[in-house]
């Protein structure tokens, strides 16, 4: 308040102080009718996108997890597929031995036809069973 002794007229000077008052609180009550829904709206969209958040964070820890296990999954998976892989090329490896040493056997039979014709075909049908055998198993 402007003290009287310098105001010519301290009613006017009353008064004006009441017109800056009333002012004042007419700004007060216009800028927390403005503002304060304005911050109301945007503290509930905050609330909602930190709620959206946190489930999202939620969803990816979860599929984070889940891509994990497939890939420990995978890799067991390939694991014993390279063991099967191992094992059916040495039973193919073994397989072709047999047969290298059969085919061996079968020419050494066909070279002792000249020599013994009466034995061939009995050794023959011997090397055509275990031909018959090798493929069965």
Known sequence: MIPHLFVENPEAAYTSDMDIQET????????????????????LRLDALEKDLRETGQSIDRLDKRVDHLAE????????MDARMDRLDS?????????DARLDALMAVITSTRIYP????????????????????
């Open 24 to 43: 004042i609180d007419s700004l007060r009550k216009l800028l927390e009718g403005v503002i304060a829904p304005g911050v109301e709206s945007l503290r």
């Open 73 to 80: 999954r995978m890799e067991d998976g390939f694991a014993r």
């Open 91 to 99: 039973k193919m490896d073994n397989l072709a031995e047999r047969m």
């Open 118 to 137: 009466d034995t061939l075909s009995a050794r023959l049908d011997h090397l055509e069973r275990e031909v018959q055998a090798l493929r069965k198993t």
